[in-house]
Structures are given as structure tokens and as C-alpha cells.
């Protein structure tokens, strides 16, 4: 109650039943603390390249500065597809299958909410990134958990989709490269579980922001798997591989009957994304290959690192592919993801994310992100190994 | 061709060799050989602190000294390259296209001493044509280091969700 007016009687439920995302907590923590090392960001520590944001600052000096078309602009969706194809071997329209949305995370809002609704079961694979769970709710669906296992390097397996399966289940959510795991689905992987799609007759929401980052083979996306291209809505965009993360710009490639009912929903939510992020982002698809293997290679030998030290300090660490997160094991700690990282912080003051944050099968990790210089994860890590010797 | 190791030498060459190695992707003992050869072939020509000496109470003068002066047949620039390296108040010595033919870094505990040192020691050598002194106020960035620390390293990336 506030004043006179009760607001709880105008509010909606599903919205206030949403629990808060549990990243922020210790983040809220670590920045009331002094001499802080954080290792909790999900986002690139690099400042998005010159030339991309020459390109932005052009278009504002030449007053660029209305609305675009709904879908994005023309030359943009050109260049999405373009990249789309010489990347991933896959073909979509510009005109028809491209949709710019307000970074990845606008297009998975209005995927769900052009797919499913009340009655429909959405099939979400755990750990994942916090938004797909309250943004299924909010579209009046039914999120359905899959509890993915270390033992599979948390990968989604043709059986967990089986055991979840129903009737009802309408949409399954794909979150690879995944943030918290750093787990990637290889060619295989997505062969194996195409099948059980197919037989169930789902839709799947791939969510490839991170497919940049990956570390050792080339990335492949779902909609490139034979047969899968037709049920498949795409979702990427330019924060993760070109640090645009500010810029809010992002797609999403699919069927035109889908994409139309969604560019509908974006015509009339958003209108469209950002004018100068997206001249940007045509730079950045032009030009920008060697940004991304440059940024990718810093990535990757952190990561190497990282893993390296975790395991040599003894909190099992698999080889993440993707991403820029490790999901170290700390059962052998003996405490729970959220006693770890709560004091982690208060003795050594290291921020990271307790891995239940992300869903209860995330219980015994924490995540780790290496988008960080190597100074500073090696102090990090040099906290992080003090803190565990004293706990011996 | 970029080479990451010596890449992440220079930034810091205290990294130990199984750092090295795992983020190359390699053993510590292919990271000793390499370094190895860096060291015997010349690549690597040392490994020194690199200190803000004007954070340091008492601390001396630079300057930047252009030298125009006359390359000796046979010789070239060699010969008073090495005259003008010999001197300790020598801090590095290049050789320039452009406008004068040497530059000269030195050091030295006041502007009176460095004055005299060109005045006296550099000048009176028998190729040089003539000596322009600049004194360093601040520096910037030496060694790819913000000396001043002016780009602040504050993480101003916010928890979003």
C-alpha cells in the first residue's frame, strides 16, 4: 500500500509473481564494497571498434535521425542476411524473413508472445539466461524446465526433450552458446534432437547471440540442421560479437508467416530500433570480421586460463565451447552456490554469480565470466584459490 | 604474423610459464624453448620494470635531443650512433628520416646538467652539425602504459539484469 491507493489491486499478477533476477543481488552487493574484484558481468569488457562507432557518429553528423522502416533498415537486413549466409550456410529474405529488433532480447519477447499462448507448455533447457522463464509467463504460457546435467557438458540431449515432451508443448527454446555454462550444442548435438522435434511437431526458438564466441570449431546454427530451418526462429545480434552491447540492436530470422506477425507486434510496441545503432551495425557487418576474431582470440586465452586454474585449484571446470562464462563445480567446497559466492565476497571480496540464479540445476556452480583483462582475472583467481585453501 | 607471445610478454612478463601455456594452448616446456630462442636470437633483448620515475621523490630530467649530423663514409650513421649510445646520460638512440638525423633521449638530476651535457659533451663531437634540446614535461604513455593513469580503469558496466 502507497498512500490511499492500493496498487496491488491494479497490478497484474503474473508480473508480480515474477521473482527479481538473481544476478543483481550480488552485484548490488560488491558495488557497495571497496577493492572489489568482480568476475559477475555478462557483457564484453571491449568498447564497441572505432570504425563502428565513426559510422553511428556519421549518421547523426548527416541527420539520420527518424524512424527507420519497421523491419529495420533495407541495407541492414541485406547485410543480416548476407552474413547470415556466408557464416552459417543458411539463406533468408531480407525483405520477408528479417526482423531488427531492440537487441536479442525484444525479439524473444515477441517470438513468444506471437507463439504461444495460454494453455501452450514452452520447453526451456536449464541452466539459462534468466529472461526466457518470466518472458514465457508473460505471454500466458507454461514454461516447462529441462534439468541439462554437467555430465553432458550441459548439453540438451534427444531424452530430456522426450521426458518433457506433452501434447501441449508448442515451442522449445534453444539457449546456445549458453550464458552460464558456456556450453555449445556441436552439429551433432543438434542432429540428435532434431528428430524428436520433428516428431512432436515443435517450434524452436534458437537464441545464437553467442555463436561469435566460440572457442575451437566453427559455430553452427540450428536453422542450418536439415529440415529444422522451417520450424526455427533465429535470435542474434550485435552485442555479444561486435561489443555493441549499449547499441540495442538485434534480429531475428525466421519463416515469414512468423516473422510478420511479429514485425505487426514490433510495429506496434517499438516501431523501430535504434537509427544510428543501425548504421552502425551495417559498418560492423561490412567490416568487421577481424574485430571479431581479434576480440574472440582475447577470449579465448582467458578462458584457457581460467579453466586451467580453476581445475588446478580443484573446482572441476569442464571446457566451455562458447560464451564468455565458466561454470565451475563447488560441491567439493561443501557449500551451496549461494554460501559460496556470499562469502567468496564478504572474505576476499570476488564477485561471481551463484549458479541457481539460473535455475535450480545450476545448484553446486557458480558462474564465472572472463570478460575481464587477464590482470584482473589473475588477481581474481588468485582470491579465488586463497579463499578455497582456507576453507580446507 | 602476430606472435601471442611475445604479445603477452610485453604486457607483462611475469606471467609464469603455465599461465603462458594455458593461454596459448601449449606446454611450459614449449613456452621455455620459445622463450629460449626469443632470448639467443635477440627478439628478446631484456626484461626491465617499467617505473614513472617522475612519481619518484627527487628524480631526475628528461630531455629529447635532435641531432642533425654528417654520416661517415663506409660507417654511415653507425660510428656516432655509437659515440652518442656510450654516454650513461644516454637513455635511447634513434635513427630518423625527417628533419634531423638522431634522436636522442637523455637523462640527467637538472636542466642546468642536461644544458651542459649537450653543450660540453655532444655538441664538440666531430659529426655533429647541431643539437636542438626539448625537455620532457610529462610523459603520457610509454611502453603502450597510461603513465598518468588518465583513462580512468573504473568498470563502468552495470548488472542489467
Known sequence: MCGIMDYDYFLNSKIKNTKPSGIRKFFDIANEMDNVISLSIGEPDFQTPWHIRETGIKSLEKGKTWYTPNRGLSQLRVEICKYFKRRFGVEYHPDTDTLVTVGGSEAIDGALRCIVEQGDEVLIPQPSFVCYEPLTVMAGATPVIIETKAENEFRLTPEEIEEKVTEKTKLLILPYPNNPTGASMRKEDYEAIAPVIEKHNLLVLSDEIYAELSYGSEPVSFASIKGMKERTIIVSGFSKSYAMTGWRLGYALGPEPIISQMTKLHQYAIMSAPTTAQYAAIEALQNGDSDIHEMRDQYDMRRRLIVDSFNSMGLSCFEPKGAFYVFPCIMSTGLGSEEFASKLLMSKHVAVVPGNAFGDCGEGFVRVSYSYSVAHIKEALKRIKAFIDELQ | ?161
Open chain 2, 1 to 161: 604474423m602476430k606472435n601471442r607471445l611475445l604479445e603477452l610478454l610485453q604486457d607483462n612478463c611475469k606471467f609464469t610459464d603455465q599461465e603462458l601455456a594455458s593461454m596459448l594452448n601449449t606446454t611450459p616446456e614449449e613456452i621455455r624453448k620459445q622463450i629460449a630462442d626469443f632470448e639467443n636470437s635477440g627478439v628478446i633483448c631484456g626484461y626491465k620494470a617499467l617505473i614513472n620515475w617522475e612519481k619518484v621523490p627527487g628524480s631526475d630530467v628528461r630531455a629529447l635531443i635532435e641531432l642533425k649530423v654528417t654520416p661517415k663514409r663506409d660507417k654511415g650513421f653507425d660510428e656516432i650512433a655509437q659515440r652518442v649510445m656510450a654516454f650513461d646520460e644516454v637513455e635511447g638512440v634513434y635513427l630518423m628520416a625527417g628533419d634531423y638525423d638522431l634522436a636522442v633521449f637523455v637523462k640527467g638530476d637538472t636542466i642546468q646538467e642536461i644544458a651542459m651535457f649537450v653543450a660540453k659533451r655532444l655538441s664538440p663531437l666531430d659529426s655533429v652539425l647541431s643539437a636542438s634540446t626539448h625537455f620532457i614535461l610529462t610523459k603520457y604513455k610509454s611502453n603502450m602504459v597510461d603513465m598518468q593513469n588518465l583513462s580512468s580503469d573504473k568498470d563502468e558496466r552495470e548488472c542489467v539484469v
